[in-house]
């Protein structure tokens, strides 16, 4: 059974930064893609990041390219996404996501889900 857990979620400033973190267990996620979502209040669950277990290559949604970076230790099975210069419409419940296949930016790709980590910038 996948388990996935988020933390370092909080309140910060416009401008400020957050790192997420995504704890994995559960599985060897070698061949596993495993991707950051996020949904604001009366908003669809929208893509953010995801990132190739085995490769490390990465992809970013258009409106946090450069800003964001997800990234993966593999000796703590335990994915980041590095949020820098935050803007209040990055404000969102995070979610880390994994899948047992390469996959892309719809969230129905994703078999397992954590529980979500509040994310709130405020201006």
């Known amino acids: 059974q996948v388990q996935l857990v988020e933390s370092g979620g909080g309140l910060v400033q416009a401008g400020d930064s957050l790192r997420l973190s995504c704890a994995a267990s559960?599985?060897?996620?070698?061949?596993?893609?495993l991707g950051w979502f996020r949904q604001a209040p009366g908003k669809e669950r929208e893509f953010v990041a995801r990132i190739s277990w085995i490769s490390g290559r990465t992809f970013y949604a258009d409106s946090v390219k450069g800003r964001f970076t997800i990234s993966r230790d593999n000796a703590k099975n335990t994915v980041y996404l590095q949020m820098n210069s935050l803007k209040p419409e990055d404000t969102a419940v995070y979610y880390c996501?994994?899948?047992?296949?390469?996959?892309?930016?719809?969230?129905?790709?994703?078999?397992?889900w954590g529980q979500g980590t509040q994310v709130t910038v405020s201006s």
């Open positions: 559960g599985r060897t996620f070698s061949r596993y893609t």
């Open positions: 996501a994994a899948s047992p296949s390469y996959s892309g930016t719809d969230y129905s790709e994703y078999n397992y």
